[in-house]
């Protein structure tokens, strides 16, 4: 464990980068990773993933929009950064001032570009989403609407220049029959579309449609690349969903905090806003300094949630704060002031999942992780 000057922060296991990353590829075979960094790589540090994923050989990262671009190449990635979603047309400039890689997420908007670009004089990187049944961004390519000309007529534009093409999985996670033939019918559009491109001679370029569940569950379809997020934080959204492969990841995240202050109190008395947790009998309590405002979900509150203290697991009692949380600790000898409570990660060889936070915040470790707050501070582990 790594100390800071904070009294909360987290922990990145960038060696553990490493390990996940060879998971993934040998679930992908020849298949490439694009390295997915988006929102901050979901709270664990965007540049720091980017950097570690670097080292292993990944030469392509993901990113929601153009600021979260230009961060990784101010930080020094000289690598292809694609753009997965929508970059408004008063950035446009930028696409092409720090060669980025823009998703065309409609005909129209592709058009958009093609109108700057001839205009500006600068030709754009482009790869072209296709749209098979998400229904978020992309040229509609569903059984009843396939419009083929518009994604026939983006390749055909002179200052975009369309360098792959990308679909998304909505239901990827979900082993029962109707997601996965709902699956296998994007596969499919995905593959006919772009076979269709290339009966009329154009390169559709680098093909990827996996996100993590889709290498977890759909791990050969041998495209370019893949673009997993959460396996390389050693993580999914949920443990209890089921998979069709059984990888050994590790999770790259943990977080601590310290005990400010250590009570005891009679039975009757009570911890927190709404005075939820009553003693019934004389309790120790560590107030620690970690709140809701750090990331620690409000939602957990009152549901008996454990932490680690000395390493032995003790539950949260009362309602999370926005700084702070109180913890029963009656259990353990000596707890005192300045000691280090671990509230996801492994303390004494006990171990603490995100995801049962996440399962009693009602989300996904997605959302979760991605929900850490920018005052955290993010230390860097790394042996290798
Ligand atoms: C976020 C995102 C991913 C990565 O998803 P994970 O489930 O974290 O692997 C892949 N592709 C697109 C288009 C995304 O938006």
Redesign the pocket.
């Known amino acids: 464990m790594l100390e800071s000057y904070s009294r909360a922060w987290c922990e990145i296991d960038l060696d553990a980068i490493a390990h996940n990353v060879e998971e993934i590829q040998k679930l992908v075979g020849h298949t490439k990773i694009m390295g997915?960094v988006?929102a901050n790589a979901?709270g664990h540090g965007a540049l720091a993933c980017a950097q570690a994923l670097t080292r292993c050989g990944i030469e392509i990262f993901?990113v929601?929009s153009i600021d979260e671009a230009i961060e990784l190449r101010e930080g020094g990635i000289e690598a292809d950064i694609l753009i997965?979603?929508y970059t408004p047309p008063r950035h446009f400039d930028k696409l092409a001032e720090y060669g980025l890689i823009q998703s065309l997420v409609s005909c129209a908007y592709a058009k958009k570009l093609e109108q700057y670009g001839e205009a500006n004089d600068v030709v754009f990187r482009a790869h072209a989403k296709i749209d098979t049944g998400m229904n978020r961004t992309g040229i509609v390519y569903q059984p009843d609407h396939k419009h083929f000309d518009e994604l026939k007529d983006v390749y055909r534009l002179d200052h975009v220049r369309v360098e792959g093409i990308?679909s998304?999985f909505p239901v990827s996670d979900d082993l029962g029959e109707d997601a996965l033939s709902f699956t296998k019918r994007q596969i499919a559009l995905f593959d006919e579309a772009v076979e269709r491109l290339r009966a009329e001679g154009i390169d559709p370029g680098a093909r990827h449609i996996q996100?993590?569940?889709g290498?977890l569950n759909y791990h050969d379809l041998g495209y370019d690349y893949c673009?997993?997020?959460?396996?390389y934080m050693g993580v999914t959204?949920d443990d209890a969903i089921e998979i069709n492969s059984a990888p050994d990841f590790i999770p790259i995240l943990s977080v601590w905090a310290n005990v400010s202050v250590v009570k005891w109190l009679k039975p009757g008395e009570t911890v927190s806003y709404g005075r939820h947790f009553k003693a019934e009998k004389p309790t120790k309590i560590a107030t620690i300094s970690i709140g809701y405002a750090d990331g620690l979900p409000r939602l957990v509150s009152n549901q008996g949630v454990q932490v680690l203290v000395h390493g032995v697991p003790c539950p949260l009692v009362g309602n999370v704060c926005m700084d702070q949380c109180m913890v029963d600790v009656t259990a353990v000898e000596n707890v005192q002031e300045g000691d280090v409570v671990c509230l996801v990660g492994e303390q004494n060889g006990h171990k603490m999942t995100i995801d049962r936070l996440s399962r009693l915040a009602h989300t996904i470790n997605?959302e979760t992780l991605s929900q850490i707050a920018a005052r955290m501070p993010r230390l860097k582990k790394r042996e290798q």
């Open positions: 997915i988006k979901y993901g929601s997965l979603g990308f998304h996100n993590s569940y290498i673009r997993p997020g959460l396996l959204s997605n």
